[in-house]
């Protein structure tokens, strides 16, 4: 054997061991039968045996390599990064990783993926779906709310309250309704379908706020008093927490709470004295109970010997002294209840606060440990429900919509732009059945709510811009016959609520993801924090293992993106196989990518958003093609849906791949010397092609298997506009063979598709349609005018508030003066 040869091949063997994670024991076995192999040819001699035994021994010995080298590590280590900051302490210990974290370690186990159970809803579910939800979205008339009442009708009021939408959180033995996360998810899909309101009413209740707080940490008595009150609508709560000056950064509330003596009932008892300045409260107006969230002192000691106790969440009846609510914000056309809150000099007992005087304090970990999961479910559903029903009316009008004689959604460019409402409807569904699974199974995914919140809300932005383009005239006329404006007014709230957008992908996805994913930097900060000889212990298997882990992301990086990743596993070896592939890369470069920003930038990483952000969208955009690729087999792989698949997913990881060559980009020489070792060839995921967007806007425009399943669930009744537009295209549809008869037989092959009622009466004149088909003709025609049309009003109908009073009073002066 030559030296090359045996160089090459003992490279190779640590390559491989590294490549699958041995252990450093195994690989040390393997590095010296290597070395044997060369003693044995003569290339290996003394001085080779005497650097190996340097290398492995130090590191092999467990009490040399902790007391000598691990020890110098945790001294850098503890000078290199910043402590935790209390607030950092929750968010990190409140919550868990579920599929994410397998994606962040860069080698996914696709089994363990596929072998999630599939959401189901139960028959109590189902039942609520097709009843109450159904007929709630029957009652609802969107226009009257938005643009006359500024509220939701009365009776609509009464029929959520009676039928317990705002319950769904809460248990049975308290009168709820205990529905599975998925459940939720798909009630306010089918809600957002038709109104913003309504979903958003609902919504709140069933997120964070008192429901879920006091399920979680309430005492018995509040429980046992407020649940049920809760469950049967006697209570309408809201949760205030954001301030004036307090808005993303809301550890920072200035509103506060004394512990102080004073008079409650005649008694003096010991209370808090609350002043509080709370604005964009949703609910706040018509609600009964407020969840109020402030920091609380104690300067006289009265509960113990801390003077500042903290943040610290309690609830207040909105009618208590010096409560002050009613008043109203507009937020963008959509006037849900919303508005401020404030209180002056307010007094309450010690047991308001959530969970009692023991929970004085402890309001932020309350808050952050139960954000994760509403926050998984109540915007992610309104936005995949928003656009799996937009995505259907889009295709239906770009269908009935014809302009020089042809139905607009036939033409490229207006496929390019249906193509991805129809592919992030298919992906939305996929993403929220997925993370709302992941909560049914009993996980608290701050990460994946991050990613859900963030991704499914800036996808209802581009998808209601792409809608509104392919509406044209239609979607920019707002009146009760316009289906799409008061979404496309609405979408910055869901942008800018639970977590505004910018500061989600800057700051929580990846900045969550790292320390909660990655199977060793938690450990290591822990185990750094602790100054025992057990912390020392700890450290010494973190950093080995994660230098270990480094090393192996290091080699598969490389490997793969020598093209290599086209020979990695992948679950199914059809047409799906290659985004597994791409994935297997994408998984280790992220995993390496990770290990070196934080190498190179330590604490810093912290303040460096745009490298954080981008680490965050590789994250996320793993995390959406698993949820596609799993909502394809969980639906038993309906060859029919390919397009919106291979949509989906081209698009996705064309994302993420232009994520990661912007942060490659962005990184200075650290960042060239990645990009080659990750993209010697190039980039390798592709967008989605013409063919491929005209693919799905295909499945938009004309009822098929595919589009059913693209809109499941969504309210569809002739009653609603959605359902109309569905019977409009079917008319449609019907009656093209039927025009194509009457233009043939009158000879006129000019004739243009409109007027089908004249068509009709041409068709029977010409004795070439029966009755029924002149009545489906004329019903058609109805249908398209309807669908086309906008509505138009009198000034005096679009003036408001003030100035319709004073023309209302003026026009009744006339009348009274000429009667
Ligand atoms: C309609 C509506 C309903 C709401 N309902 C409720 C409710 O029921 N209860 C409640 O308590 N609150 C509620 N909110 C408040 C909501 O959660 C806050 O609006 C939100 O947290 C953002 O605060 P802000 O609007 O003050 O924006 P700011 O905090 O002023 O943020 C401005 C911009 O700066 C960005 N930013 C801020 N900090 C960072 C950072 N560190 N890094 C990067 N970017 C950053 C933000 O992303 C944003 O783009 C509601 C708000 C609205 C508009």
Redesign the pocket.
Known sequence: MSIALWVVATLLVLGGFLYFRSSLLVTSIGLVGMFAIGSWFDIVGPVLWTLLAIVLIPFNLAPFRRGVLSKALLGMYRKVMPEISETEKDAIDAGTTWWEGELFRGAPAWKKLHSIQKPELSDEEKAFLEGPCEEVCKLMNDWEATHELADMPEHVWQYLKDHKFFAMIIKKEYGGLEFSAYAQSRVLQKLAGVSTILASTVG?PNSLGPGELLQHYGTKEQKDYYLPRLANGQEIP?????SPEA????GSIPDTGVVCKGEWEGKEIVGIRLNFN?R???LAPVATVLGLAFKLSDPDKLLGDKEELGITAALIPHDTKGVETGRRHL?LNVPFQ?GPVRGKDVFVPLDYIIGGPEMAGKGWRMLVECLSVGRAITLPSNSAGGVKSIALATGAYAYIRRQFRLPVGKMEGVQEAMARIGGNAYLMDAVTSFSTKGIDLGEKPSVISAIAKYHMTEKLRACMDDAMDIHGGKGICLGPNNYLGRGYQGVP?AI????????TR??MIYGQGAIRCHPYVLEEMLASAETNKEGLVRFDKAIWGHIGFGMSNFVRSLVLGLGFWRFTSSPYSDSTAKYYKQMNRFSANLALLSDVAMGVLGGSLKRK?RISARLGDMLSYLFIASATLKRFEDEGRQKDDLPLVHWALQDTLYKLQESQLALLDNFGAVGTTMKAIMYPFGRIAKRPSDRLDSKVAKILLTPNASRERLGQGQFLAPEGQFGYLEQTLRDIIAAEPLFDRVRKAANDRRMPFMFLDKVAAKGKELGVLSDEEVALLQRAEQGRLQVINVDDFAHEDLIAGKHARDVALAAAGKQNNAA
């Open positions: 709140v809201c949760f205030a927490l954001t808005g993303s950064d809301a709370k964009y409260i949703t937020p919303n709230v800018t609520v639970e977590g505004a957008n910018i500061l800057n700051l958003q």
